[in-house]
C-alpha cells in the first residue's frame, strides 16, 4: 500500500474513534452537532414519506425476503447472526440465498454472484465470508433490489438480506434486528451527533430482537471461539490450546475493542495492539509487525488480506450461540409462518 493510502487510513481510523468517544463516552459535545442530526431525521422520513402514502411500492423477488440489521453504524453482529440463519434454516430443509450492498468492493453494474475465490477487492468482505462458511449462494450489489431479482425461484427458498433495514426500495417479510448488548444505542442520538441510523423508535417494528453481548433481555446472542486457523495452509489449533501465549492483534471492524477483549478472555496476552477502520485495506504496512509471536485477526479482515498472508498470522472463527435454544426456535417458528408465501408485507 503507499504511503498516501496508509496516511488516509490512519485519519480515517483517528476520526472513527473520535466518533466512538462521542457517541459512546457520554460527551457533552455531541450536542454541538444536534443540528445537522435533526436535518439526518428530516431526510430520513422524507425517504420514507411515499412509502408510508403509498406513491411508491417496494419491490420483491420470488422469494420471501428476511432482512438482518441494525440502528446504529459500526459493527453488531449481523455477519455470524446471518450465517447462524442460514445453517438453521438447512437444518429445516430451507435453502437461503444471501443479498448484500457489498460494501467496501466494486461490483460494477450487474449483481455480483460470490464464489469461494472471488476477488475481495470486487464483493467485499463479509459477502465472501458469507460464501465460505455457508457454502449459500451469495448475490451482491449496491442496488439489492437488483440482486434480489437476480436470484431464480429454483435457487433458493427464502432470501437474506444483509444489513438492509433501510433499504427501502426492497420489501421484506420479517425484520431482525440485531442491537449492541455492550454499548446499546450509545448517546441515542441520529447522525451525526450520534450512532443511530434511525430513530430508537423503530425497534417497535421490528419482528425479531436479537442482542449480540451484555445482559439483555430476550434472545441474547453469544460470539463463541470456534478455533484459531492459519489461512496459509489451512492449519486448525483448538482454542484451548493457545491459552498463556503472547500475540500480536489487528482488527479493521466497526468494534475492535470487542475483538481484543474476547483474545484476552481466552487466557492471551497481547503485546501489540493494531487498530484499523472497518473494512480498512490490509497490505504490507498493516500486516507487518516486530518480533516472532503470532499476529491474530478477524476472520473479516483474513478474508481481505486473502494471499498477503503468511505463517504467522491466524484468524479467531468465531460462531453465532443464540440464547435459550427454545427461544430461538420460537423465532424461527414465527419467521416461517410469516414469510409463506402470500403473507409478506411492504415497507411503510
Same mark, same amino acid.
Given at each position: 500500500?503507499?504511503?498516501?493510502?496508509?496516511?488516509?487510513?490512519?485519519?480515517?481510523?483517528?476520526?472513527?474513534?473520535?466518533?466512538?468517544?462521542?457517541?459512546?463516552?457520554?460527551?457533552?459535545?455531541?450536542?454541538?452537532?444536534?443540528?445537522?442530526?435533526?436535518?439526518?431525521?428530516?431526510?430520513?422520513?422524507?425517504?420514507?414519506?411515499?412509502?408510508?402514502?403509498?406513491?411508491?411500492?417496494?419491490?420483491?423477488?420470488?422469494?420471501?425476503?428476511?432482512?438482518?440489521?441494525?440502528?446504529?453504524?459500526?459493527?453488531?453482529?449481523?455477519?455470524?447472526?446471518?450465517?447462524?440463519?442460514?445453517?438453521?434454516?438447512?437444518?429445516?430443509?430451507?435453502?437461503?440465498?444471501?443479498?448484500?450492498?457489498?460494501?467496501?468492493?466494486?461490483?460494477?453494474?450487474?449483481?455480483?454472484?460470490? $464464489?469461494? *475465490?472471488?476477488?475481495? +477487492?470486487?464483493? !467485499?468482505?463479509?459477502? #465472501?465470508?458469507? &460464501? /465460505?462458511?455457508?457454502?449459500? @449462494? %451469495?448475490?451482491?450489489?449496491?442496488?439489492?433490489?437488483?440482486?434480489?431479482?437476480?436470484?431464480?425461484?429454483? $435457487?433458493? *427458498?427464502?432470501?437474506? +438480506?444483509?444489513? !438492509?433495514?433501510?433499504? #427501502?426500495?426492497? &420489501? /421484506?417479510?420479517?425484520?431482525? @434486528? %440485531?442491537?449492541?448488548?455492550?454499548?446499546?444505542?450509545?448517546?441515542?442520538?441520529?447522525?451525526?451527533?450520534?450512532?443511530?441510523?434511525?430513530?430508537?423508535?423503530?425497534?417497535?417494528?421490528?419482528?425479531?430482537?436479537?442482542?449480540?453481548?451484555?445482559?439483555?433481555?430476550?434472545?441474547?446472542?453469544?460470539?463463541?471461539?470456534?478455533?484459531?486457523?492459519?489461512?496459509?495452509?489451512?492449519?486448525?489449533?483448538?482454542?484451548?490450546?493457545?491459552?498463556?501465549?503472547?500475540?500480536?492483534?489487528?482488527?479493521?471492524?466497526?468494534?475492535?475493542?470487542?475483538?481484543?477483549?474476547?483474545?484476552?478472555?481466552?487466557?492471551?496476552?497481547?503485546?501489540?495492539?493494531?487498530?484499523?477502520?472497518?473494512?480498512?485495506?490490509?497490505?504490507?504496512?498493516?500486516?507487518?509487525?516486530?518480533?516472532?509471536?503470532?499476529?491474530?485477526?478477524?476472520?473479516?479482515?483474513?478474508?481481505?488480506?486473502?494471499?498477503?498472508?503468511?505463517?504467522?498470522?491466524?484468524?479467531?472463527?468465531?460462531?453465532?450461540?443464540?440464547?435459550?435454544?427454545?427461544?430461538?426456535?420460537?423465532?424461527?417458528?414465527?419467521?416461517?409462518?410469516?414469510?409463506?408465501?402470500?403473507?409478506?408485507?411492504?415497507?411503510?
Amino acid at each position: 500500500m503507499s504511503d498516501r493510502g496508509a496516511t488516509q487510513d490512519d485519519r480515517r481510523s483517528a476520526l472513527e474513534r473520535g466518533f466512538q468517544r462521542l457517541w459512546y463516552g457520554g460527551s457533552p459535545w455531541a450536542w454541538l452537532l444536534s443540528p445537522f442530526s435533526l436535518l439526518y431525521y428530516l431526510l430520513v422520513s422524507l425517504r420514507r414519506l411515499p412509502y408510508a402514502l403509498g406513491l411508491r411500492r417496494a419491490m420483491r423477488g420470488a422469494q420471501p425476503v428476511v432482512v438482518v440489521g441494525n440502528l446504529t453504524v459500526g459493527g453488531s453482529g449481523k455477519t455470524p447472526l446471518v450465517i447462524w440463519l442460514v445453517e438453521a434454516l438447512a437444518r429445516r430443509g430451507l435453502r437461503a440465498a444471501v443479498v448484500s450492498r457489498g460494501y467496501g468492493g466494486y461490483v460494477g453494474l450487474v449483481p455480483l454472484r460470490v $464464489e469461494r *475465490d472471488t476477488d475481495p +477487492a470486487r464483493c !467485499g468482505d463479509e459477502p #465472501l465470508l458469507f &460464501a /465460505r462458511r455457508t457454502g449459500t @449462494l %451469495v448475490v451482491v450489489h449496491p442496488d439489492r433490489v437488483l440482486a434480489l431479482l437476480s436470484i431464480r425461484p429454483e $435457487e433458493a *427458498d427464502i432470501v437474506i +438480506a444483509d444489513d !438492509g433495514l433501510q433499504h #427501502l426500495p426492497m &420489501a /421484506r417479510d420479517f425484520e431482525i @434486528l %440485531v442491537r449492541d448488548g455492550v454499548r446499546g444505542f450509545g448517546n441515542r442520538l441520529l447522525l451525526p451527533a450520534g450512532p443511530m441510523r434511525e430513530p430508537a423508535w423503530r425497534t417497535a417494528a421490528m419482528d425479531a430482537i436479537v442482542t449480540n453481548g451484555g445482559d439483555g433481555q430476550g434472545l441474547t446472542m453469544r460470539l463463541e471461539p470456534i478455533a484459531f486457523v492459519r489461512p496459509a495452509d489451512g492449519r486448525r489449533e483448538v482454542v484451548a490450546s493457545w491459552a498463556g501465549r503472547r500475540i500480536r492483534a489487528l482488527a479493521g471492524i466497526g468494534d475492535p475493542a470487542r475483538f481484543f477483549g474476547a483474545l484476552t478472555q481466552l487466557g492471551l496476552t497481547i503485546t501489540q495492539a493494531r487498530t484499523l477502520p472497518d473494512h480498512a485495506r490490509l497490505g504490507p504496512d498493516q500486516l507487518s509487525f516486530d518480533g516472532d509471536e503470532p499476529v491474530v485477526m478477524t476472520e473479516k479482515d483474513a478474508v481481505r488480506a486473502g494471499a498477503r498472508l503468511g505463517e504467522q498470522h491466524w484468524y479467531l472463527e468465531i460462531g453465532a450461540a443464540l440464547y435459550d435454544a427454545a427461544e430461538a426456535d420460537a423465532m424461527l417458528d414465527r419467521m416461517l409462518r410469516i414469510v409463506a408465501p402470500g403473507t409478506g408485507r411492504e415497507v411503510g
